[in-house]
């Protein structure tokens, strides 16, 4: 293996999420949002939001979740999120775009 084929900082070892220094942060799922995305199916969409939120359970990876204004025209956050990441911490924010 050439040194330009070996990941990029980890000394040639297999890179691996340690849950211990790792947060999921999962920003602005909300179903109204999910209605702009042209570029794949919303319900393919959604699976893949749900399997974040479930490979962070299993990995045992704290989840922070936060949506913009979600009373609002962007809607709530997509309930696959806490469902499939019960621990999932939610935190409020101001305004719409701010994460």
Same mark, same amino acid.
């Given at each position: &293996?050439?040194?330009?084929? @070996? ?16 947060? &999921? @942060? ?5 179903? $109204? ?8 199916? &919303?319900?393919? @969409? ?5 399997? @974040?939120?479930? &490979? ?6 704290? +989840? ?7 009373? $609002?025209?962007? $809607? ?14 939610? +935190?409020?924010?101001? $305004?719409?775009?701010?994460?």
């Amino acid at each position: &293996m050439s040194a330009s084929t @070996l990941p990029a900082n980890f000394n040639g070892a297999r890179p691996v999420i340690d849950p211990n220094d790792a947060v &999921m @942060l999962l920003i602005d799922h909300q179903s $109204g949002l999910f209605q702009t995305v042209a570029d794949m199916p &919303m319900t393919t @969409l959604r699976r893949h939001a749900a399997a @974040l939120a479930s &490979m962070a359970t299993l990995a045992k990876l704290p +989840v922070i979740t936060t949506a913009s204004v979600p009373q $609002g025209p962007n $809607g709530p956050l997509i309930p696959e999120i806490h469902a499939n990441a019960p621990h999932a911490q939610y +935190v409020a924010r101001k $305004g719409e775009i701010n994460a």
